[in-house]
């Protein structure tokens, strides 16, 4: 039996580490890094250069390889078989290290919103004890940029994903809403003069980008800026935040 520690390390930003989360990696016997392609490989560095901020001398790393995600058989089906994939990386990762007993992964932003960590771990077997150390997530980080508040005064807002709103459009009964995950920029699906839109990639990070403004009037502008900063690095992370405009 094992502790498998998920540590939010927030956006990319080694401050945003919490004094929890730098314990949890100073304890830690074997920490997991995820390798995601050549044209990702600065992601491993990033949480290679974290460990190297908390700790005078490493722990033991493990690299493991993220498998492909099938997209040709629905995407709940293809997100389960792909969370199996990634147990059974962990699970041989952790083998080759039978004498751990703390093993750590260094999560991006915050275990509890849009990650699978958690669903991933409760695949392994013996599952492990698990312990979350929460992190700074890409929507605070967002709206700390930006320097504003996510929800009006006494009102809810919504998170969701760009599938969702490309497939779904805009929630119903919502003025604000939060998109993380979008590949397509699937702003472009809605009626773009009835936004607002506060735009960020690399949040938090030296290469942080920020565009806000009416969405019809920098959609344009975030679209170039989006894919010139994807070529230049090999990889984006961005999120926004959306209000929709009174009439």
């Known amino acids: 039996m094992f502790e498998l520690t998920l540590i939010g390390i927030g956006t990319g930003n080694s401050d945003h580490v919490t004094l929890q989360g730098a314990q949890a990696i100073r304890d830690a016997d074997l920490i997991l890094i995820p390798r995601k392609g050549e044209n990702k490989a600065d992601l491993a560095g990033l949480r290679e250069d974290i460990i190297s901020r908390v700790v005078e001398e490493a722990p033991e790393i493990a690299y493991f390889d993220i498998p492909k995600r099938r997209a040709d058989d629905g995407y709940l089906r293809g997100v389960d078989e792909w969370h199996d994939a990634i147990a059974e990386r962990w699970q041989t990762a952790i083998a080759t290290h039978a004498g751990a007993r703390k093993i750590a992964l260094l999560i991006w932003g915050d275990p509890s ?9 409760a695949r392994l077997n013996p599952r492990p004890v698990t312990r979350v150390i929460p992190g700074i997530t890409a929507l605070q980080a967002l709206t700390a940029a930006h320097a504003i508040p996510i929800n009006d005064i006494g009102a809810p807002f919504v998170v969701t994903t760009g599938r969702r709103i490309r497939d779904e459009g805009w929630p119903a009964a919502a003025t604000k809403v939060a998109v993380m995950l979008d590949g397509e920029c699937s702003f472009q699906n809605l009626e773009m003069a009835d936004y607002f839109i506060w735009w960020g990639a690399y949040v938090g990070m030296n290469e942080e980008v920020l565009i806000r403004g009416p969405l019809a009037e920098v959609s344009d502008e975030i679209l170039t800026t989006r894919s010139k900063a994807r070529a230049d ?13 009174e009439p």
Do not use: P, T
């Not at 919103?113 to 771990?121: F, G, H, M, N």
């Not at 690095?233 to 405009?245: A, C, R, V």
């Open 113 to 121: 919103l849009y990650d699978s960590a958690l669903r991933i771990a």
């Open 233 to 245: 690095h090999g990889w984006i992370m961005d999120i926004y935040l959306l209000e929709k405009l």
